[in-house]
């Protein structure tokens, strides 16, 4: 059973910092993509960041990009997404996703707030 457990948000001012991490576990996960969601109050789900577990490749949202970073880090099994220069308009639940390469399964993690205030 996949589990993916995320850690890491909370509040911040405007152009503050935070690092998110995602611990998976469960499964070996060199077939899945990596990757965070977030869903603001009265907004869909959106993706924010992806990356292969190789590494090898990574997506961003135009919204994050040069703000923020995906990364993952095999021998611990976790991914992480720093993000920098905060702006209230991050605001949102963060979602850490797995998504199986080969059939397309997708598993989430419970959710973290990160609260931008201005």
């Known amino acids: 059973q996949v589990q993916l457990v995320e850690s890491g948000g909370g509040l911040v001012h405007t152009g503050g910092s935070l690092r998110l991490s995602c611990a998976a576990s469960?499964?070996?996960?060199?077939?899945?993509?990596m990757g965070w969601f977030r869903q603001a109050p009265g907004k869909e789900r959106e993706i924010v960041a992806h990356i292969s577990w190789s590494g090898s490749a990574s997506y961003y949202a135009d919204s994050v990009k040069g703000r923020f970073t995906i990364s993952r880090d095999s021998a611990k099994n976790t991914v992480y997404l720093q993000m920098n220069s905060l702006k209230p308009e991050d605001t949102a639940v963060y979602y850490c996703?797995?998504?199986?390469?080969?059939?397309?399964?997708?598993?989430w993690g419970q959710g973290t707030q990160v609260t931008v205030s201005s």
């Open positions: 469960g499964r070996t996960f060199s077939t899945y993509i």
């Open positions: 996703n797995a998504r199986s390469l080969i059939n397309r399964t997708d598993y």
